[in-house]
């Protein structure tokens, strides 16, 4: 054997420098790996803030059972999609929807400014939405209804499970509208074109408020309503004949309250009148019986004193009588009786001459 050193050959050069590049490639791919894994696994950290409820969903399917199915505020963690999927649902948000199956077609630049889109000849069924009152007439209606979520569970999960539907608020959105729509036709059925439009307005209203709270709590949507506003319009095609009913009532309800107005004063007056000509008479009577009491009260004084002597008693009050009647007379004459008890008697001229003034004494 040889002792001389071997030099290495030029393929064995290339394939060491080829192991060495692929080491660090390795190397740097499990780094990379490593970074994307932690990238991976931080990304399924999500917040939850305290207006809200989240589920996790995973593979489709809560994670949970019961109200343990939410999660609270707070920041959590979930493996990232497609494994985990975080539901968010806005528990104190307040979340709207208008019902527009019984209103006319609009543009969202009519609506915003709300104007009504060119009336045509007649009413079109493709694109114009109706309800029909309880007295075959048509009218256009439409509802907008606030309501917040109060059961997540029973809202999403529920709800979700019973109806096919994905873990999302647009269903239970679908649900509330359809529940807005039903309401204004089934309402709309049981009243009067008259009184939907112009004499029970706020009744109307309120009846598809209850209306729509019923079909929430038999369908166990979890909501709560705050507010439902609804508005409604005769066709456009008859909206000069509804003007001129409108006007008709208008003049008639005010000529109605005029006439009421009238009828309460003369009323007033009758029973002030009334009352004053009571009052009068209560205090006429009041003074009499104290008059007649009291002339009572004088006659029982009296009456000992004429049962005493009566003659006396006559002449007494003859005197007292004549004094106070000729108190002002310009002329008194005493007439004395005579001895033997003869009355005396008098003769009176009562159609003497009037007295002559100065000027005619004073002519010769």
């Known amino acids: 054997m040889s002792n001389e ?101 609009q543009t969202p630049e009519e609506e915003a400014l709300n104007q009504d889109p060119p009336t045509g000849a007649s009413l079109n069924p493709a694109v114009d939405g109706y309800v029909i009152t309880g007295d075959g007439n048509i009218v256009h209606t439409k509802a907008t209804l606030s309501y917040r979520i109060e059961d997540p569970v029973r809202c999403v999960f529920e709800f979700a499970a019973g109806t096919n539907q994905v873990f999302s608020l647009a269903g239970v959105s679908n649900a509330v509208l359809n529940v807005v729509n039903n309401s204004l036709v089934h309402t709309a059925a049981r009243y009067k074109v008259d009184d939907l439009l112009l004499n029970d307005v706020t009744g109307f209203q309120e009846a598809v408020g209850r209306r729509v709270r019923q079909l929430i709590q038999e369908q166990k949507l979890g909501l709560v309503v705050d ?33 009421r107005n009238d009828q309460n004063k003369v009323s007033s007056q009758a029973e002030a009148d009334a009352a004053g000509r009571i009052n009068t008479a209560e205090v006429a009577k009041r003074l009499m019986v104290v008059n007649i009491t009291a002339e009572a009260e004088r ?50 001229l009562l159609n003497r001459e009037p007295p002559k003034s100065k000027m005619e004494e004073a002519k010769p």
């Open 5 to 105: 050193p071997q030099i290495p050959s030029p393929v064995d050069s290339g394939a060491q420098a080829l192991a060495e590049a692929l080491h660090s490639s390795f190397a740097i791919v499990k780094v990379v790996m490593a970074i994307l894994f932690v990238v991976f696994v931080f990304s399924g950290i999500f917040k939850v803030e305290p207006q809200e409820k989240a589920i996790k969903l995973r593979f489709g399917r809560p994670v949970g059972e019961g109200s343990q199915v939410l999660i609270g505020s707070g920041t959590h963690w979930a493996w990232p999609y497609p494994i985990d999927e975080v539901v968010k649902i806005p528990i104190t948000e307040i979340q709207k929807v208008t019902g527009k199956g019984g209103w006319f077609l």
């Open 227 to 259: 507010q439902c506003i609804v508005q409604s319009r005769p066709p456009r095609q008859l909206k000069a004949a509804f003007d001129n009913v409108i006007i008709v009532g208008q003049k008639s309800s005010q000529v109605i309250t005029e006439a």
């Open 299 to 348: 006659f029982k004084k009296l009456l000992p004193a004429y049962r005493s002597n009566p003659e006396l008693f006559t002449q007494t009050r003859l005197v007292e009588t004549m004094g106070r009647v000729f108190t002002n007379a310009q002329d008194k004459m005493f007439l004395h009786a005579n001895a033997d008890g003869k009355p005396i008697e008098l003769r009176l």
